[in-house]
Structures are given as structure tokens and as C-alpha cells.
């Protein structure tokens, strides 16, 4: 889908302009982002990507709601040191077979490692990218020279999330500055990959913090590639342990409104859709999301299963 030839972006959205568009009417601010969604889009066309965690475990970040972190030692997590190439790309293959079309790999490291774990990321990348895929992966905090050589290898897009807005962003995470992520989103954008970048909702957050975040989404130029709009899935053992579960339209309002001030990007449904009703996910889709993630996990927290998925799609399907 081509928006008319005098369509312009915007880059300048302000945090109050985005906090009105998100408390509209529901029904109006629906009604619009699936305008915006037509202009750019097939609304019939929903990307599945797969989803796998290569090295998990063992973090030395700090971030509240995730089970990897090496700060969280109430968690129960088996750490597993990164895969062989092999594994991921025999992974990769039957991820394929059951209809997805994006391989995503992440690693919980800080900061991308230099040497042969490096090297293997790159023969992972190469081999999905020749199984006919796109691949994204996420290594934590990357600099232009790793850049420039996933690049080589034929990555589509680097996955590197803000979380949230900058004011909320210090009572989740101590260890990495909103200035880093941000450094590394720049050396992403200057090697000319595709930035695949979003964030979380139901973290204890506001409306204001949700709007911070899609705000300095939308200034970027151009616009990320990728959206993920993840729903905070609260593991057990972790800081965030215990806090109640979003109701689904606020997810909806939360992807309408992403539609609307980044109506090019594609919009990820993400974490947290296992406990979304098959109607809610669907009233997601009609909002802008187009790409899910596929499979039974998302690197270590559960997803709906490839059956309930086809359920899903056989519902979005025309009648005969």
C-alpha cells in the first residue's frame, strides 16, 4: 500500500499531542489508526516472525521485569551459554515450516562480545538469511564497527528496545542510561540497518511515560523500521513480580496510538498476547498491529501456541 505522493511524516510530535490522540473515544481512535494502517498497509497481511533466546541467562543488567538479569537470583531460570550455529539455524528452519518469515535471536549480553561468539552470531545470521528469512537480532549495546559487520552478514534489523519514556525509565533500569541506548540506536541507523525498537507497558508507568516513549520513537529520521509493543508478562522472582496484569484495551490504545504517529512502522503484538483473548488480539490487529511473534516462547516467558495461533489466522481468514 502507497500513501498519496503528498503524505508527509512527522518527526515533530509532542508528548501533550500524543497523550490526546491515546485518551480519544476508543472507537474514534481506532477508526483512525486503521485508516492510517490502510494507507500504508494490506490490513489482511500479518508478519510472523519467530522469536529465540541463543544465550540466556546470566545478564549483568538490572532491568526490573526481565528473568535473565543475573540480579534476580530468586528467579528459576536455566542458564544456557550460546547455542552452535547449528542448533539456531535447525530452529530456524522448522520455524519456517510452520510459517514464519522473520527469524529474531537474542543474547543476553550487555554489550555485543568481540571474538569467536561474535563470529558465530554472524554464521547464524548468513545461514538464516539463506533459509529465505529476514533476521533481527538482539545483543545489547553495539558499537558502528559490530554494526557495520551484521550488515556484511545480511542482517535485516537490530532489535535494541527503549522500555519505556526517559523520566519513567530510571525506576526499571540502573545499569544502562537512556543515553546509551540511544548510542547504540545511532551506530544501528548509520551502518543502514533497520531498527526494530519499542518498548513495555504495564510496568507501574503512566499514560505520560507510554506517550515520552513513542514520542522519541516518532523523532527519529527516519522512523524505526519495527515497532514491538510488549505487555509487561510478570515473572516470578523478579522486581516486578506481582503486579497485575494490563486490561487489554489499554493495549489497543497503546497500538492504535503507535499506528498513528509512526503510520509507516510496522507494529509488533509482543509479549504478553498468551493472555489476550483471541477477540482482544484481534481488536489489536484491526488498531495497526501487523507482525506477531510465533511460537511457544518468547526467549524464556510463554506464547500462545502454533495450533491456537492457526485458530487465529483461520478466524482472520475470508468465508467461504
Given amino acids: 500500500m502507497n500513501a ?60 526490573s521485569y526481565c528473568p535473565q538479569s543475573a540480579h534476580h537470583r530468586e528467579v528459576k531460570l536455566d542458564r544456557v551459554e550460546l547455542m552452535e550455529v547449528d542448533e539456531v539455524l535447525g530452529a530456524a528452519r522448522r520455524a519456517r515450516e510452520a510459517g514464519a518469515d522473520r527469524f529474531c535471536m537474542g543474547a543476553a549480553w550487555r554489550q555485543a562480545p568481540e571474538g569467536k561468539r561474535f563470529d558465530a552470531v554472524l554464521e547464524m545470521v548468513r545461514g538464516v538469511r539463506a533459509l529465505g528469512m529476514e533476521a533481527c537480532v538482539t545483543l545489547g549495546m553495539l558499537n558502528e564497527g559490530q554494526a557495520e559487520r551484521l550488515v556484511e552478514a545480511g542482517l535485516t534489523a537490530y532489535n535494541h528496545n527503549l522500555d519505556t519514556g526517559p523520566e519513567f525509565y530510571g525506576e526499571i533500569i540502573t545499569t544502562r542510561s537512556y543515553e546509551d541506548r540511544l548510542g547504540t540506536l545511532a551506530a544501528v541507523r548509520r551502518a543502514g540497518l533497520e531498527m526494530c525498537c519499542g518498548g513495555i507497558i504495564g510496568m507501574g508507568e503512566s499514560v505520560r511515560d507510554r506517550a515520552e516513549m513513542l514520542q522519541v520513537l516518532a523523532s527519529f529520521d527516519p522512523h524505526p523500521e519495527s515497532v514491538p509493543i510488549n505487555a509487561l508478562v510478570a515473572v516470578e522472582g523478579t522486581p516486578l513480580d506481582g503486579r ?28 504478553g498476547r498468551s493472555s489476550l483473548s483471541r477477540e482482544a488480539q484481534v481488536l489489536c490487529l484491526v488498531a495497526g498491529a501487523n507482525s506477531i511473534f510465533y511460537g511457544e516462547k518468547l526467549l524464556t516467558t510463554g506464547n500462545p501456541g502454533v495450533d491456537t495461533d492457526a485458530a487465529l489466522f483461520a478466524a482472520l481468514a475470508a468465508r467461504a
Avoid at 508528548?15 to 494507507?39: F, G, K, M, Q
Wanted: net charge negative.
Fill in 4 to 63: 498519496p505522493a503528498d503524505f508527509a511524516l512527522r518527526h515533530d510530535w509532542t508528548t501533550e499531542e500524543i497523550v490526546a490522540i491515546h485518551d480519544a473515544p476508543l472507537l474514534e481512535l481506532v477508526a483512525r489508526a486503521s485508516a492510517e494502517h490502510r494507507r500504508w498497509f494490506d490490513p489482511n497481511e500479518v508478519q510472523k516472525a519467530a522469536l529465540l533466546s541463543i544465550k540466556t541467562g546470566g545478564c549483568p543488567e538490572d532491568c
Fill in 244 to 271: 497485575p496484569p494490563i486490561e487489554p484495551l489499554e493495549l489497543v490504545r497503546m497500538i492504535a496510538t503507535t499506528r498513528i504517529v509512526m503510520p509507516k512502522s510496522r507494529v509488533r503484538l509482543s509479549a
